[in-house]
Protein backbone atom coordinates (compact mmCIF):
# COMPACT_ATOMS: atom_id res chain seq x y z
CA UNK A 1 0.00 0.00 0.00
CA UNK A 2 1.48 3.12 -0.65
CA UNK A 3 0.79 6.31 0.74
CA UNK A 4 0.86 9.54 -1.17
CA UNK A 5 0.80 12.14 1.56
CA UNK A 6 2.40 11.15 4.77
CA UNK A 7 1.54 14.08 6.76
CA UNK A 8 -2.39 13.46 5.91
CA UNK A 9 -1.84 9.81 6.87
CA UNK A 10 -0.59 10.85 10.33
CA UNK A 11 -2.64 13.48 11.18
CA UNK A 12 -5.62 10.70 10.54
CA UNK A 13 -4.34 8.20 12.54
CA UNK A 14 -3.91 10.39 15.34
CA UNK A 15 -7.41 11.98 15.01
CA UNK A 16 -8.73 8.11 14.48
CA UNK A 17 -6.55 6.82 17.62
CA UNK A 18 -8.15 10.22 19.91
CA UNK A 19 -11.87 8.68 18.96
CA UNK A 20 -11.05 5.26 19.84
CA UNK A 21 -9.41 6.56 22.91
CA UNK A 22 -6.67 4.61 22.27
CA UNK A 23 -3.21 5.55 24.26
CA UNK A 24 -1.06 5.18 21.80
CA UNK A 25 -0.73 4.98 17.72
CA UNK A 26 1.75 4.26 15.04
CA UNK A 27 2.75 6.70 12.05
CA UNK A 28 4.32 6.21 9.21
CA UNK A 29 8.08 7.92 9.39
CA UNK A 30 9.00 10.41 6.82
CA UNK A 31 11.40 13.39 8.15
CA UNK A 32 8.07 16.31 7.85
CA UNK A 33 5.88 13.80 9.65
CA UNK A 34 8.37 13.33 12.71
CA UNK A 35 8.71 17.58 12.28
CA UNK A 36 4.84 17.74 12.72
CA UNK A 37 4.68 15.32 15.71
CA UNK A 38 7.70 16.83 17.64
CA UNK A 39 5.71 20.36 17.25
CA UNK A 40 2.83 18.88 18.26
CA UNK A 41 4.38 17.55 21.53
CA UNK A 42 5.83 20.64 21.88
CA UNK A 43 2.50 23.03 21.97
CA UNK A 44 1.11 19.96 24.27
CA UNK A 45 -1.43 18.18 21.76
CA UNK A 46 0.58 15.09 22.52
CA UNK A 47 2.24 13.31 25.43
CA UNK A 48 5.22 11.74 23.44
CA UNK A 49 6.32 11.24 19.87
CA UNK A 50 9.64 9.33 19.43
CA UNK A 51 11.29 7.25 16.16
CA UNK A 52 11.37 3.76 16.49
CA UNK A 53 13.75 1.90 13.97
CA UNK A 54 12.67 -1.42 12.90
CA UNK A 55 15.54 -2.47 10.99
CA UNK A 56 15.50 -0.34 7.85
CA UNK A 57 11.62 0.37 8.17
CA UNK A 58 10.89 3.86 10.83
CA UNK A 59 7.64 4.56 12.16
CA UNK A 60 6.38 6.96 14.91
CA UNK A 61 5.41 5.91 18.48
CA UNK A 62 3.21 8.72 19.50
CA UNK A 63 1.28 8.54 22.73
CA UNK A 64 -1.69 10.55 22.88
CA UNK A 65 -2.78 12.93 25.69
CA UNK A 66 -6.26 13.26 26.99
CA UNK A 67 -8.31 15.79 29.31
CA UNK A 68 -9.66 14.75 32.95
CA UNK A 69 -12.55 13.70 31.29
CA UNK A 70 -11.10 11.08 29.06
CA UNK A 71 -11.56 13.53 25.80
CA UNK A 72 -8.76 13.91 23.06
CA UNK A 73 -6.86 17.64 24.58
CA UNK A 74 -6.91 17.81 20.01
CA UNK A 75 -10.39 19.51 18.90
CA UNK A 76 -9.62 19.67 15.44
CA UNK A 77 -6.69 19.00 13.10
CA UNK A 78 -6.85 19.65 9.22
CA UNK A 79 -4.87 19.20 6.60
CA UNK A 80 -4.62 22.71 4.47
CA UNK A 81 -2.24 21.75 1.76
CA UNK A 82 -2.43 18.85 -0.13
CA UNK A 83 -0.75 17.39 -2.94
CA UNK A 84 -3.12 18.43 -5.53
CA UNK A 85 -3.43 22.02 -4.23
CA UNK A 86 -0.66 23.68 -2.39
CA UNK A 87 -1.46 26.42 0.28
CA UNK A 88 1.41 29.09 0.35
CA UNK A 89 1.38 32.31 3.32
CA UNK A 90 3.22 35.17 4.01
CA UNK A 91 4.47 35.49 8.22
CA UNK A 92 1.00 38.24 8.60
CA UNK A 93 -1.17 35.62 7.57
CA UNK A 94 0.09 33.10 10.17
CA UNK A 95 0.43 35.47 13.28
CA UNK A 96 -2.44 33.92 15.05
CA UNK A 97 -5.12 31.06 14.46
CA UNK A 98 -7.79 30.87 16.86
CA UNK A 99 -7.03 33.45 18.93
CA UNK A 100 -3.72 31.93 19.69
CA UNK A 101 -5.38 28.90 21.27
CA UNK A 102 -4.71 27.20 18.09
CA UNK A 103 -1.58 26.06 15.94
CA UNK A 104 -0.43 26.81 12.40
CA UNK A 105 2.41 24.32 11.28
CA UNK A 106 4.11 26.12 8.62
CA UNK A 107 7.28 24.48 6.06
CA UNK A 108 9.69 27.29 5.69
CA UNK A 109 12.98 27.61 4.72
CA UNK A 110 14.03 27.18 8.15
CA UNK A 111 12.26 23.97 8.80
CA UNK A 112 9.24 22.67 9.50
CA UNK A 113 8.49 25.54 12.61
CA UNK A 114 4.77 26.22 14.27
CA UNK A 115 3.42 29.80 13.37
CA UNK A 116 4.74 31.85 16.71
CA UNK A 117 8.14 30.61 15.64
CA UNK A 118 7.93 31.36 11.52
CA UNK A 119 6.29 35.10 12.85
CA UNK A 120 9.12 35.66 15.10
CA UNK A 121 11.61 34.79 12.55
CA UNK A 122 9.70 36.72 9.92
CA UNK A 123 9.22 34.26 6.94
CA UNK A 124 6.17 32.19 5.68
CA UNK A 125 6.14 29.29 3.69
CA UNK A 126 3.41 26.78 3.00
CA UNK A 127 0.51 25.68 5.69
CA UNK A 128 0.87 22.12 6.41
CA UNK A 129 -1.72 21.98 8.91
CA UNK A 130 -4.04 23.79 11.30
CA UNK A 131 -4.87 22.01 15.21
CA UNK A 132 -6.48 23.33 18.04
Not at 37 to 46: F, M, Q, R, S, T
Request: net charge positive; charged share 30%.
Amino acid sequence: MAINDLVSDALTRVRNAGMRRLPVTTLVHSKSVEAVANILVEKGYLESANVVEDGVKKTIKVVLKYNDEGKTVINEMKRVSKPGRRVYKGKEDIKRFKNGYGTIIVSTSHGVLANDKAFELGIGGEVMCTIW
